[in-house]
């Protein structure tokens, strides 16, 4: 299946492939007996690409598997099934020791910066902490020296170092999730709705700070996220997902400009721009209901309830992601001919 | 113009904290007309939400005390009503709406009778035609099966049907005013729209105002017919919203909109960020509280607390520099 993908020529491998990833959490019943009586198809046969040095923006509402897949290609979750391609090796089979290798080239960023940060710790302590879990940490001199480096690479001044999380404020706070992450020098981040926690003023530094960081170290993000205009910002192209699947690829104007999965669709219309007179022109098509329960989808296609333009084929049949043109594929069937 | 339904003067609520008390809400002064969406913006600790639970006089007491300044709904001073009095407002000719539905609901009651309560508990009606106001209140913000839905409980909704109950609550006893304080934040973005346009046509149906409070400036383009901007306690800019999107003349106005990105806007575009903090309500500098982070400063500013005046018709800045 993932021939038929938008995917990169051979020139250019891709720093990440994953194939029909699955993630499957069983529902079970009984204490001492466990019987599973349910299935969640939290992620259900994801399939994409990364370039080196591009941002891909992984949208979609609760339940659509997003924050999943961010975990099973970290490695955090085993995959229930799938190939998770990292730097040419297939890491989904990976454990212990071959993991924390594969960690030193990926690493995350998390949503909440309050949560994310350990209280009894230190600034300095916070940052430096990969390197000691590595064991990067030998040469003390160069230890500091080089959380010093990361501490003023995200803005922060250094005397900030011997200061403890609750001293600073939410942006603050990310920032130093942000050097944490890079302490290790990963070709790849990914960052998990990473400034949705914050106020607009300081969203904005954040996300200028993420992509003033790719510029100047050549990172490839993950960039999870559900708020459109953010993603549309900082992205290379945006994937759409619902209930545990893809439904849509594109670039990131040519998805804006022109979607064609109807869930794509809905999903601009819903999002306000902020412009007065742009809003009161822009065609309003607000789709009914809301997302289904992963644990009971709707058979054939899972968006065929609220879909505007649903057909008989929609309720019975589950379309596959296919590609249209090289950079783009989408999953519907009024796009199959 | 049309008498206001609401004109709030001069109103500054304080909270007792570790650090000295503080003024959450500091002067404030704003007018909402019959039928207008007023929206108040702000990030977090401007006060947004402190002005809204201040009209209500929901201020938990203590810490928090309404300190001074007046609040006339329909000619009438809400901050000298005893309690009896302010009861027979709430929830009666002023409705709230709240972020969190499920925890503004009682999850021990069915939402029928959390539904009727309001018309129970104000007009006195008996408890089983409220019963039938309820069904059709249900009925009017689009739950489907409604007379079946009234006997579930609030955890058999979903996020999105509970706002809706929420909604269907503040209609209960048709409020001339509702407050709904960022009712669709915790909502995923196309029940979002859904919410919000029910919210936009209820009050357009029965004519009455809303104050919605969000911190959300697309929201506020798409139903706003007026804003007030708030940073520190303090509105900073109050205009007709198509003219505050058009000619904001606040810095952090400005700043607002340089800061978001847009769905529509060319990607790539750097955004223009706000530097510094927001700022700390316990020590806030002397004079203009925006200006350690302001890229407009001049001298006065720092020395001199800048108040609304009028820069066009209907649009007031509290700024002494020219931007």
Redesign the interface.
């Known amino acids: 299946m993932s021939d038929a993908l938008p995917g990169p020529t051979l020139s250019d491998e891709p720093i990440l492939r994953v194939e029909d990833l699955k993630v499957h959490f069983p529902i079970t019943k009984g204490i001492v007996i466990q019987r599973k009586v349910a299935t969640v198809k939290a992620v259900d046969g994801v399939s994409f690409t990364i370039r080196r040095g591009e941002t891909l923006g992984l949208v979609g509402?609760?339940g659509s598997g997003k924050s999943t897949t961010g975990l099973a290609v970290l490695r955090m979750l085993t995959p229930t099934a799938g190939r998770i391609v990292f730097e040419g090796q297939d890491i989904a089979p990976h454990r212990g020791a071959e993991l924390l290798a594969v960690r030193r080239r990926m690493q995350m960023v998390y949503q909440d910066p309050y949560g994310s940060l350990n209280p009894r710790m230190t600034i300095r302590s916070i940052v430096g902490e990969p390197l000691a879990v590595h064991g990067l940490d030998g040469d003390k001199k160069a230890t500091r020296e080089k959380v010093a480096a990361l501490i003023a690479s995200v803005g922060l001044l250094p005397d900030m170092a011997d200061r403890y999380p609750h001293e600073f404020?939410g942006?603050?706070r990310q920032r130093i999730g942000i050097a944490r992450s890079l302490a290790l020098e990963p070709s790849l981040l990914i960052a998990d709705e990473p400034v949705s926690a914050l106020?607009?003023?300081?969203?904005?530094?954040v996300?200028?700070l993420f992509?003033d960081l790719q510029e100047r170290l050549g990172l490839t993000y993950l960039f999870i996220a559900?708020d459109?205009?953010?993603v549309?910002?900082?992205?290379t192209r945006i994937a759409v997902m619902y209930l545990g699947r893809i439904v849509e690829i594109a670039d990131?104007?040519d998805l804006?400009r022109n979607p064609l999965h109807p869930y794509t669709e809905?999903?601009?219309?819903?999002?306000?721009?902020?412009?007065?007179?742009?809003?009161a022109r822009r065609p309003?098509a607000?789709?009914?209901g809301?997302?289904p329960s992963a644990l009971r989808p709707p058979p054939g296609c899972s968006f065929h309830t609220r879909c505007p333009r649903a057909m008989a084929v929609c309720k019975t049949e589950q379309p596959f992601l296919r590609k249209i043109s090289p950079e783009r594929a989408v999953a519907c069937h009024l796009h199959t001919s | 113009m049309t008498r206001p339904l609401l004109e709030v003067n001069n109103l500054t609520t304080r909270f007792r904290t570790e650090r000295g008390t503080v003024a959450a809400v500091d002067g404030v002064s704003f007018q909402v007309a019959p039928g207008e969406t007023l929206a108040i913006v702000g990030?977090?600790g401007s006060g947004k939400s402190v002005t809204a639970l201040s009209v209500l006089r929901l201020i938990p007491n203590p810490p928090g005390r309404i300190e001074s300044g007046e609040i006339l709904f329909d000619g009438v001073n809400l901050v000298k009503l005893d309690d009896p009095g302010i009861r027979a407002v709430r929830g009666n000719k002023i409705a709230m709406i709240f972020q969190e539905p499920m925890s503004s609901l009682n999850p021990a009651l069915t939402v029928g009778l959390q539904v009727a309560e309001p018309i129970n508990v104000h007009r006195g009606t008996p408890w089983a035609k409220a019963y039938e106001a309820a069904t059709e209140l249900i009925g009017r913000v689009r739950i489907a099966d409604a007379a079946s839905r009234l006997n579930s409980y609030p955890h058999q909704y979903?996020?999105?049907?509970r706002q809706r109950v929420m909604i269907a609550m503040a209609l209960a006893c048709a409020p001339r005013l509702i407050i709904a304080d960022e009712p669709t934040t915790a909502l995923?973005?196309?029940?979002?729209?859904?919410i919000l346009?029910l919210l936009k046509e209820v009050t357009r149906e029965t004519g009455s105002s809303l104050i919605l409070i969000t911190?959300?400036?697309?929201?506020?383009?798409?139903?706003?017919d007026r804003v007030a901007v708030m940073y520190g306690g303090r509105i900073v800019e109050v205009a007709p919203?198509?003219d505050l999107?058009?000619r904001p003349q606040h810095p952090y106005t400005l700043?607002?909109?340089?800061?978001?990105?847009?769905?529509?806007?060319g990607?790539?575009?750097?955004?223009?960020?706000?530097?510094g903090?927001?700022p700390d309500l316990a020590s806030l500098p002397p004079g203009c509280s925006f200006g350690p982070r302001c890229r407009s400063i001049i001298p006065q500013c720092r020395t001199e607390r800048p108040e609304l005046i009028q820069v066009a018709d209907r649009h007031a800045k509290a700024c002494f520099a020219n931007v």
């Open positions: 509402e609760s404020s942006g603050q106020d607009v003023s300081i969203q904005a530094q996300i200028n992509m559900h459109l205009a953010v549309r910002h900082i992205s990131r104007d804006y809905a999903l601009m219309a819903a999002v306000p721009v902020a412009d007065p007179e742009v809003e309003r607000v789709i009914s809301e997302v | 990030e977090s979903s996020g999105g049907m995923d973005v196309t029940v979002q729209a859904q346009d911190h959300d400036l697309g929201v506020v383009a798409r139903y706003a919203a198509r999107y058009a700043g607002l909109m340089a800061s978001v990105p847009r769905l529509d806007g990607g790539g575009r750097r955004l223009m960020p706000i530097e903090q927001p």
